[in-house]
């Protein structure tokens, strides 16, 4: 009653005719219950489920190759609830299918709609959707998904509505519906619990005039089809209107406003010029409201805001402060001139600010540092082969960004950020200096140590250890001001140096005349900030580009573009019927295939993983092969038994995944249910594993230059020390694909990356299998990452302490020969064989060795007592142990790299390098949390592969033992 007294003062208020309209008439825009007399009044739903921020970027592409077409984003746009340029919030429960560009227009409907329209009304069609209706974009077809109401027991069938209902129908005109609501399949039947009213009075050619959003009791009603409308013609600017709706909502439940309207066309004006994080003044708020003059008199009456949700404890902190300033007043009083004096500086200085922000607001600046990036790619690419080759400075901004819900999840971010200290060894060309921005703070011990590594350049290319030079002049670790600025906001380190304006001038300084450029990480806005901020152009893509692509179902549509081996699998799955419909498909399609992986969009690092052997746990599974292998594979795609088992495997699904599926991280992720709920709000792929027991995953980094040339820069396999899921480290090179295949498939992915406009560093995952029936080797292209990679900085420093050359086009990793190989070729000389012009090398490392007890040893103390036990490099060998140190704060994180001449030989140095470090630093009583005998154990398993493959190639082809031997 409470609540019906409130609508009924709204009503009242002369001012408010627009929404007295509202309540009086309910279109099918606002979808509130038909009220009656003998109902009570209705209660607005809640909402289903909050998506978590991303960066909200203008609709720029990166500037692509001059030889390359421009960039097609219609056909790669994400299929599902919300374009992933501008993913802000995914509905779980939303089965909206966008396969056009959003903001293109379809054609107006026929007049048969109209008439379909007006017979679901009366209750006389199903609210099935028609079998035969191929339209893209689908509503869910049940009454209770859509209405969140309770249905029928008569299937889909609507229920006939009341008399009244009826008589309103037959006496207003045919619905008209604007391209807003086009999306709708032309079979699509309108809203069922209310009949459809008049039209109000509009302009059918202009598609935003339903786009009115009914804020009620300080809540949105997601299923609205304004609120949809507005979401699919905004797609690019849909992550700052939901965080400036969040706003809304909070300060009208705050306020116990009751039912509140807000324009859809200034919601979008005004909230793109604001940030994701950015807190929204009221007067902004109200500015977006058909019914501000109503809102206005419930939020001013004295004391209102104190009656909604924590009112009483602002009430109490206002209060405090208006005596703090009554006292401070008071205090203040004997020097009340110099005090009018600061304050009218300080509200000088306020009205510039205030100024600067309304001329250039973060839309512009957004705007602004896109259009730069793209003038300056351009000019990078016209002179890319004069900078390759002349004096250059290569800013390294190693920077994880990653979306906010992502970046909150990753432990030790910092530590994440700085684990590619390898970038420093760039220096090994002698026209680059770097300057390496450092996420964390430095000891002068950790300084030291870096400047003695890459002071060893001149002792590696001579063989003489006491050949050292001092390179500091050429390489400058600098650390942002704004590092401690953010700690509760898990900001990327391009954040915090765009915030750092001490060290943006330091390295202005650095620049200044000379020819520079930015290598990021994982790309982000901010970095273009960054350039912007240094006048240097990014090699790199841009950030919308980066975002659309680098999901895994951005991916799965570079390797189609590509013609590239897949694993069979289906993705742009966003609600739970998908994923449900697709996997049942996909199992009876691939009934050989035992396990299924589910993959989310935007996790990193198999933390949004999760799989299950499906087949095994089939209650049909026993029916289901037999009935595959009595077809055929020929016949079998076409029978009615497969028909058959997808209604059975359909209905079994729901029950076995939450019993059977097992995430890969299960501390977040304890449940099915939990995962699939962070699944529904990002998205994901389903994709099968490999049908062997002996996979090896591989990783291929590629550089697409300015120029539009495409070169390997790295390859190696990859190591699993915490399941098949998560890579721990690798095995430079790669030794598992045949190298021509390898290139093959690469060129492949990075042509098609380079016609969709993406250049810079991009790092792609294989696996490897020999598949049971065939016997012979299979290759599947799995992810993609836009960014520099740990394995690529790996790669790096072991050519930096080689002096070594990788060909990835044969995999071979050479290094000129130490003393002993040049001993043994004087030997050779006299005989038939001529000398080698390099020795070979290969080399194990990681970046993610953990080990609790390392925070309980110094680390001048830990390379003493390794170099005791006989761990480390021989500079006259070019062969031996590497550490990567990334901190002295807690310093239970390291990196290593070992380096030898066979790979059995270095993944026994490399385990027993583990072992003496664990014995050093652990006691009997304290052996710590590490994952140092996981790595142990997945090298043994790897040996015994590495050997039973070298005997059978001894058996089969002697000739080629020998050379390797040799």
């Not at 999760?610 to 599974?621: F, M, Q, R, T, W």
Request: with cysteine; charged share 20%; glycine share 8%.
């Amino acid at each position: 009653m409470q609540q019906v007294e409130m609508d009924i003062k709204i009503m009242l208020v002369p001012e408010n005719v627009e929404n007295k309209a509202a309540l009086k008439h309910q279109n099918d825009e606002t979808r509130l219950p038909l009220i009656t007399k003998k109902r009570s009044a209705p209660l607005c739903s809640q909402k289903t489920g909050k998506g978590h921020p991303a960066a909200t970027l203008c609709a720029f592409p990166a500037f692509p190759p001059p030889d390359s077409p421009l960039p097609q984003l219609g056909e790669d746009t994400p299929k599902g609830a919300l374009s992933l340029t501008g993913q802000r919030l995914i509905l779980p429960a939303a089965q909206v299918t966008l396969q056009t560009p959003p903001g293109v227009p379809k054609a107006a409907p026929s007049r048969e709609f109209h008439r379909q329209a007006q017979k679901s009304a009366g209750g006389q069609i199903s609210s099935r959707l028609d079998p035969g209706n191929t339209d893209p974009t689908t509503f869910p077809n049940s009454k209770e998904a859509i209405y969140g109401t309770s249905s029928s027991s008569q299937g889909n069938i609507a229920p006939p509505p009341p008399s009244s209902s009826v008589a309103s129908t037959r006496k207003s005109k045919p619905v008209r519906t604007n391209p807003a609501q086009q999306g709708e399949s032309e079979g699509q039947i309108p809203s069922q619990t209310q009949p459809p009213q008049a039209p109000p009075r509009q302009s059918l050619q202009d598609p935003r005039s339903d786009w009115d959003i009914v804020v009620c009791h300080g809540t949105v009603d997601q299923k609205a089809p304004g609120f949809l409308a507005l979401k699919q013609h905004h797609p690019l600017s849909w992550g700052s209107i939901v965080a400036f709706l969040e706003h809304a909502e909070k300060l009208l439940k705050d306020s116990s406003v009751p039912l509140a309207t807000i324009s859809g066309t200034k919601l979008a004006r005004v909230a793109s010029d604001f940030e994701l994080h950015e807190n929204p003044p009221k007067s902004a708020i109200l500015s977006v409201l058909k019914n501000q003059s109503a809102v206005e008199k419930i939020l001013n009456p004295p004391g209102r805001r104190s009656r909604g949700r924590g009112g009483a404890e602002r009430a109490a902190v206002r209060i405090q402060r208006a005596w703090r300033r009554h006292r401070a007043g008071r205090a203040g009083a004997r020097c009340g001139q110099r005090e009018r004096g600061a304050g009218a500086i300080d509200t000088a200085r306020r009205c510039r600010s205030h100024t600067a922000r309304v001329t250039h607001t973060p839309r512009a600046a957004r705007h602004t540092h896109l259009e730069n990036f793209c003038s300056r790619a351009k000019h990078l690419a016209a002179n890319w082969n004069r900078i390759r080759t002349s004096r250059r400075t290569i800013i390294h901004i190693p920077s994880l960004g990653y979306s906010q819900h992502i970046r909150e999840h990753i432990p030790d971010l910092a530590v994440q950020q700085n684990m590619q200290m390898g970038r420093l060894c760039d220096i090994l060309d002698a026209n680059v200096d770097v300057i390496y921005i450092c996420p964390l703070a430095l000891s002068e011990e950790l300084l030291h140590y870096y400047s003695r590594l890459l002071g060893l350049q001149a002792a590696v290319r001579s063989g003489n250890p006491q050949a050292r030079a001092d390179l500091r002049a050429r390489f400058r670790i600098l650390t942002p001001e704004a590092i401690d600025s953010f700690p509760q906001h898990h900001t990327c380190l391009a954040t915090q140096l765009k915030h750092s304006p001490r060290t943006v001038q330091m390295i202005q300084g650095l620049i200044r005349s000379r020819d520079a450029y930015v290598v990021g990480g994982v790309p982000h806005a901010d970095e273009l900030a960054v350039a912007d901020m240094l006048d240097v152009p990014l090699l790199g893509p841009g950030p919308q580009l980066a975002q659309l692509y680098s999901t895994k179902s951005g991916t799965k549509r570079i390797f189609a573009s590509a013609g590239v081996p897949t694993p069979p699998g289906e993705w742009d799955l966003h609600s739970r019927e998908q994923v449900i419909g697709a996997l049942s498909r996909l199992v009876v399609d691939n009934v050989e295939v035992q396990r299924w992986v589910l993959k989310m969009n935007d996790e990193c690092g198999g933390n949004g993983t999760a799989y299950c052997d499906v087949i095994s746990h089939l209650e049909c599974s026993h029916w289901l092969q037999k009935e595959w292998q009595s077809h055929g594979p020929e016949r079998w795609s076409k029978s009615q038994a497969r028909e058959l088992a997808l209604v059975r495997i359909s209905q079994e699904l729901p029950g076995l995944l939450a019993q059977h599926v097992q995430p890969v991280n299960e501390k977040r992720f304890p449940t099915w249910e939990k995962f699939l709920q962070t699944f529904l709000t990002q998205g994901g792929v389903i994709e099968a594993f490999p049908l062997s027991g002996t996979v090896t995953n591989l990783t291929v980094d590629l550089l697409i230059e300015p120029t539009g040339d495409i070169s390997i820069v790295s390859s190696g396999d990859q190591l699993h020390a915490e399941g098949p899921f998560r890579s721990s480290g690798t095995t430079i090179p790669q030794r598992s694909v045949d190298p021509a295949l390898l290139n093959s498939l690469c060129w492949k992915i990075g042509a098609a990356c380079r016609s969709k406009g993406l250049l810079g560093y991009l790092s792609v995952d294989f696996v490897a299998f020999t598949h049971p029936q065939t016997m012979e080797q299979q290759v599947w292209a799995t992810d993609l990452d836009l960014c520099y990679s740990d394995q690529l900085a790996l790669t790096q420093l072991v050519l930096f302490l080689t002096d070594g050359n990788l060909d990835c086009g044969s995999s071979p990793l050479e290094a000129p020969p130490g003393s002993q190989a040049v001993k043994s070729q004087r030997i050779q000389r006299e005989g038939t064989k001529p000398p080698a012009l390099g020795s070979p090398r290969c080399a194990v490392a990681s970046t993610q060795l953990r080990h609790s007890n390392l925070a309980g040893t110094s680390y001048s103390l830990l390379l003493q007592s390794c170099k005791a036990r006989g761990v480390g490099f021989d500079l006259q060998e070019k062969q031996g142990t590497v550490f990567l140190l990334y901190e002295d704060q807690k310093r239970h994180r390291l990196g290593m790299i070992t380096i030898g001449e066979d790979l059995q030989g270095v993944l026994l140095t490399f385990a027993r390098n583990l072992f003496i470090i664990h014995q050093e630093i652990s006691a009997p009583n304290m052996q710590g949390e590490t994952n140092f005998k996981m790595a142990i154990q997945d090298i043994e398993a790897i040996l015994g592969v590495t050997a039973e493959n070298k005997l059978k190639l001894e058996e089969e082809q002697p000739w080629e033992a020998d050379a390797l031997k040799e």
